[in-house]
């Protein structure tokens, strides 16, 4: 992600929040190849359009998704939650069946 390299995903999973159409790649609905091409085909013949993406990309990147963030965002989840070593295991011993 960090390479500053152009991309043309499709909007599943994660992919959104790590590429923001038309800014750091290009964002295609899932199962629509013709889009996906399409996207392709223009980063491959606007070479300035592709570098302006990959380089906002690396942008991003380097601003949201260093160790630093990730911590930030963790310790924001365990203000929210408790800290993990007060979190029960009742939920999973239950979907996995288990039993004290």
Request: glycine share 10%; with cysteine; charged share 25%.
């Amino acid at each position: 992600m960090a390479e500053g390299k152009p991309v043309v995903v499709t909007h599943v999973g994660g992919n959104s929040e790590a590429v923001l159409h038309d800014e750091t790649g290009l964002i295609v609905s899932p199962g629509n190849a013709f889009a996906l091409a399409r996207g392709i085909s223009s980063l491959l013949q606007n070479r300035n359009r592709a570098l302006c993406l990959g380089n906002s990309r690396r942008e991003r990147v380097e601003k949201m998704f260093t160790l630093e963030k990730m911590i930030e965002e963790y310790e924001k989840l365990f203000q929210r939650t408790g800290s993990p070593k007060n979190w029960n295991n009742s939920g999973r011993e239950k979907r996995e069946g288990f039993s004290n």
